[in-house]
């Protein structure tokens, strides 16, 4: 359990982010794209620890952008209330997984 600023409640100097943790103010989906987005304020977070500043708290969006690859070329979407699937939209998978990977030194 953590609270808005990812810190575990039971554990402060411990701080989570992503599947292995579960907000205490709020439901959190699982999802790599709210623990991606959440690693800037952790490191932010981190940083304020050490120098005895305050904590950022960690505000999700509302609706994440799900994709999923169907195994044939196609994937399945999902964003809020809308769902979509077709070959048009593993393509668009796949180039943000590409360009994802292609952001890190060395890939």
């Known amino acids: ?27 959190l989906d699982r999802s790599g794209v709210h623990a991606v987005r959440a690693g800037p304020i952790l490191a ?12 950022t708290r960690f505000y999700p969006r509302r609706f994440s952008l799900y994709l999923l ?17 077709g070959a048009w939209v593993w393509k668009w998978k796949d180039r943000i997984d590409r360009g994802f990977v292609d952001s890190f030194p060395g890939a």
Do not use: E, K
């Not at 953590?2 to 439901?27: E, K, L, M, P, Y």
């Not at 977070?45 to 050490?50: I, P, Q, S």
């Not at 169907?70 to 399945?76: K, L, P, Q, S, V």
């Open 1 to 27: 359990m953590v609270n808005g600023c990812h810190r575990s409640t039971s554990h402060h100097n411990v701080f989570v982010a992503g599947d292995a943790c579960s907000r205490i103010d709020q439901r």
């Open 69 to 85: 690859a169907a195994g044939d070329c196609t994937a399945i979407g999902n964003y809020g209330p809308l769902t979509f699937s």
């Open 44 to 55: 932010r977070n981190l940083a304020a620890v050490m120098s005895g500043q305050p904590l």
